[in-house]
């Protein structure tokens, strides 16, 4: 019929094949990616209010052998798709814990704390607790400094769920940061009853602050939100000098952007050398 004659269309639209065996390729590379070790960190610096760094930011990068850097923004939605992502968040977050367990004897950077994305994909799995739990033993990084940074799209369903995985991974002392905050369909109620520890102003706000009146309501609103729910926010993307003044004065704590630092080799990171 009608529907069938549409899908049989669009099978041998050529067009659509092309870029299908291109989805095709870069899955089956990404596969590869992990054994070939072709995965890596970057490493982002967050600061506070003098622009003295507090923290940094685990942002992983795939060093393709012919196509050069595929960004994230790119495979990281294919992961999530075909579940590869459980083996690479998996890498991402072993690899960060080892890098945080070696801070503690430095005294440039014991104070840090590490930020790491968690896709959705990745908190759901069934053993994500524990699979956080045995990376932090086995590398004997500090828990109270790593912070995982999770979106609003966790709590769209099984909201008890991931509640309860967060508040057994709280227990060991992990932090919560609720990454791109405004983009999604939190209910500011249920704000309250997650064991939030910061809220991060999506960069598309931050962006045009300067220009748009409602962006500037939308982030002066969530400043306010933190505050009164007594939680840290972290301004991201934040490129302008008038943009961190603009944030500074209506009481923004803590920055990240290019203007203090674009992801990049722990070595970049603008703190003293390690002693
Ligand atoms: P995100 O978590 O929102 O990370 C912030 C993104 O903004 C990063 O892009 C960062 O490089 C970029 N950025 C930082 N400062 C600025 C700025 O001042 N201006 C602009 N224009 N951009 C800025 P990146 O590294 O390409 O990562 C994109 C997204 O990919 C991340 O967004 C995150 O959702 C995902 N991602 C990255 N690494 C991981 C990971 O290890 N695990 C998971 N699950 N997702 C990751
Ligand atoms: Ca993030
Ligand atoms: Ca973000
Ligand atoms: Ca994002």
């Not at 990404?30 to 070939?36: D, I, K, S, V």
């Not at 939190?186 to 102003?201: H, N, T």
Request: hydrophobic share 45%; proline share 5%.
């Amino acid at each position: 019929a009608k529907g069938a004659g549409r899908n049989t269309l669009s099978f041998f639209d050529p067009e659509m094949q092309v870029r299908l065996q291109a989805r095709a390729r870069l899955e089956a590379d990404l596969r590869l990616a992990l054994p070939r070790e072709e995965l890596l960190l970057h490493y982002q610096p967050q600061v506070a209010c003098h622009g003295e760094v507090v923290g940094v930011e685990a942002l992983v990068r795939w060093e393709h052998p012919e196509r050069g850097r595929v960004s994230p923004g790119e495979f990281i939605p294919l992961a999530e798709e075909n579940r590869l992502i459980v083996a690479i968040g998996a890498w991402v977050l072993e690899s960060a814990c080892r890098q945080l367990a070696r801070w503690v004897a430095d005294p440039a950077r014991r104070h840090l704390t590490l930020a790491v994305n968690v896709s959705p994909r990745q908190f759901r799995e069934a053993d994500f607790v524990e699979r956080v739990v045995a990376i932090l033993e086995a590398t004997r990084a500090p828990a109270e400094r790593l912070k995982l940074e999770v979106t609003e799209s966790l709590f769209l369903e099984e909201r008890d769920e991931a509640r309860a995985k967060m508040l057994r991974l709280r227990e060991h002392g992990v932090r919560f940061s609720l990454d791109d905050f405004g983009t999604g369909y939190s209910s500011l109620a249920y704000l309250k009853r997650l064991p939030l520890d910061q809220l991060k102003i999506d960069q598309s706000f931050v962006r045009d602050l300067l220009d748009d009146e409602t962006s500037a309501a939308i982030v002066a609103s969530i400043i306010a939100l933190a505050e009164s729910l007594e939680l840290e926010v972290v301004a991201e993307g934040v490129e302008t000098e008038a943009q961190r003044d603009w944030l500074l004065a209506h009481g923004c704590t803590r920055y990240q952007g290019y203007l203090f630092g674009r992801p990049g080799p722990l070595a970049e990171l603008p703190l003293p050398a390690t002693g």
